[in-house]
């Protein structure tokens, strides 16, 4: 018949199941080391030579979408514990691989703004509008219009993030 056996006497390491695993463990303990380990494991785009192949698009793009929701969680970890240079580092690897993360910017824009970078803050907003008019032909939201105008003005008060609120 016409099988394959991989593996048949020892177990098999597969890397996208390691990555979920390890997702699911970090969102479960809330440690930013089971976080970085997560997102290690991230190997990049799926089977990146089979792009017309339909089975593989959209595990592609929920693994994708699963790694840069761990970065914007750690970051909100990081966010919560104070750490605002460790979650900025990691929201910026975020915004480089998803221009177009809204939420991403705007948690950037926050850390930015508590960790006393208001300029930064500020042309991290002008960054997500240039990339969303580029690309979309869009303006940012009103909640990152809101924190812009709020960090602009000088009466930006911190709140608590939504990323820190709900792990997606």
């Known amino acids: 018949d016409d099988s394959l056996v991989l593996c048949p006497r020892g177990s098999l390491w597969v890397d996208v199941d390691a990555f979920e695993a390890a997702a699911t463990s970090a969102r479960r303990s809330r ?10 494991l991230y190997a990049g785009e799926l089977l990146p030579g089979d792009r017309y192949e339909e089975w593989t698009e959209g595990r592609r793009v929920e693994l994708r979408q699963l790694y840069l929701a761990l970065l914007t ?30 939420e991403a910017h705007a948690a950037l824009m926050r850390l930015y703004a508590l960790s006393g970078q208001r300029q930064e803050a500020i042309l991290q907003y002008e960054r997500l509008r240039n990339s969303l008019s580029l690309e979309l032909g869009a303006e940012p939201g009103a909640e990152s219009r809101r924190l812009y105008e709020e ?18």
């Open 151 to 168: 960090i602009r003005a000088g009466s930006f008060i911190a709140t608590p993030s939504p990323s820190a609120r709900r792990p997606s």
């Open 73 to 102: 969680e750690v970051a909100a970890l990081y966010e919560e514990r104070g750490e605002y240079g460790k979650g900025i580092e990691v929201l910026r690897r975020a915004v480089s691989e998803e221009p177009l993360g809204e």
């Open 31 to 40: 440690d930013p080391a089971a976080y970085a380990a997560a997102i290690e």
